[in-house]
Every structure is written in C-alpha cells, then in structure tokens.
C-alpha cells in the first residue's frame, strides 16, 4: 500500500483505531476521521510515534457539507484517496418497542447516512481516477435476530445492502466495495453491553434466554483480527473479490 491513501472514519479507537493502524503498517498514509477530537489526537500520535504515516482530521460523518469539506481537505492535504474504510459506529440498546427515536435517528445517522455520506463523497472522487477500493465495517447482525439490538442491526443490515448495491454500480469503473462483518470484538463498545465482570465470560459461552449461541472458537475477536481482514478487501491480493461479506466472528453465526 505503500504510497497509498486511505480514508478510516471511526479511528479514534476499537476497530477504526485497529484498521488505521494495520493500513499505516502497509504503507499508507492514513486519514483518520472521527467526532471524537480529544480521542482522535491520542490514537494519531500513537500511530505516528510507531512509524505510521497518519493525519487526524476532528469531523462529524452525519454532516454532508461537512464530509465534502473533509473529502476535499484530505485529497489536497495527502493526495487522492485510494481507499476508504466505513469504521464509525454506535449502539443504542433497548427493546424495539421501547426504542426512543433519539435512539433509532442517532443509531442510523452514523451507521447507515454516514456511510452513505461518506461513500458517496469519496467515490464520486474515485470515479474519474477508475480506481479505488472501499469497506465498511458491518456487522454479523446485519442477518441475524439480536434482542435488544433492533437500531443497530437494521442500520448495519441498511449500509450491507447500500454497500453492495454502490459496487455494484462502480464495478466498471475499477473499484471494488465490500464489507467485513465482526462478531462479538474486545471494543469498549461490547464491554458497553457487559453489567457485571461476567459479561466477557456470557458473550463467549452464549446466552440461551436471549437465543444466543457463543462462540465457537471460544474466544472474543481482537480489533485486530477485524482490521486485517479489512486490509485483506483493500490490498492486491483481494483484486477479483467485490460485492462480498466477510464474517468475521468465530463461528458465532454458525456459518449463515
């Protein structure tokens, strides 16, 4: 990847913060975006203090003249952007029919319009170039049933399809859009969920009330686990594979 570009949003930490500092190790110089100001400076003078080529850029994804800003001031600041990754994410918990709407709008603001806002911008930049390859962090409840998670699977399920639909559609321009679907990953957005010091133990084993099984592998993923499946999907080696899902989960989902 060297002399590369790459585009993270959600880098300020967890899986963002993971895929940023995996590309940066590959070569690229790394755009790191996140509403996160305070958090993004910590994780950019990290990654550069390890040798990384990386530069943060403080926006809010859910703003559209925002992001064409941030697109435009990326591009003249580290060049065209040959990839970009869709890490940003939140999660609301709640039953369905106990979800505020603050809860529903918030939840697809960032995981469904972001991606949408951020694609767009960034693709239509790809198009004349004829090059270009794009992932967006899903998730493996995008298809399958969670309690208590109805925002945040509908909006992972929504920016799945967006994602295939868009590559689709830029297939014969030469880029490539593709999607990695974690499971359970040790973020401190999963620990968001956990109530007491036996919520790592209960992810892993599975919880039958909630019709969850575990994980097979009997273990939670890394961030790093889920960002070098993303570097997969960006690099050379993935260069026939578009419109694809790639779970990565430990068998939580049992191979569906």
Known sequence: MNGKVALVTGAARGIGAAVARALGHQGAAVAAVDCDADGLRSTVEKL???????????????DRTEVGKLVDTVEQRLGPVDFLVNAA?????????????????????????????MSREVVNRMVPRGRGALVTVASNAAGTARTQMAAYAASKAAATMF?????????RHGIRCNLVAPGSTDTPMLSSMWHDASGRRTTIAGTPNAYRVGIPLGKLALPSDIADAVAFLLSDQAGHITLQSLTVDGGATLGV
Request: proline share 2%; aromatic share 8%; glycine share 10%.
């Open 89 to 117: 994410g939140v999660l609301h918990l709640a039953e369905a029919r106990h979800l505020t709407d603050q809860d529903w709008d918030a939840t697809f603001a960032v995981n469904a319009t972001g991606v949408f806002v």
């Open 48 to 62: 550069t203090a390890d040798g990384v080529t990386a530069e943060g850029f403080p926006a809010d994804i859910t």
């Open 163 to 171: 994602t295939k639909c868009l590559g689709l559609e830029v297939a």
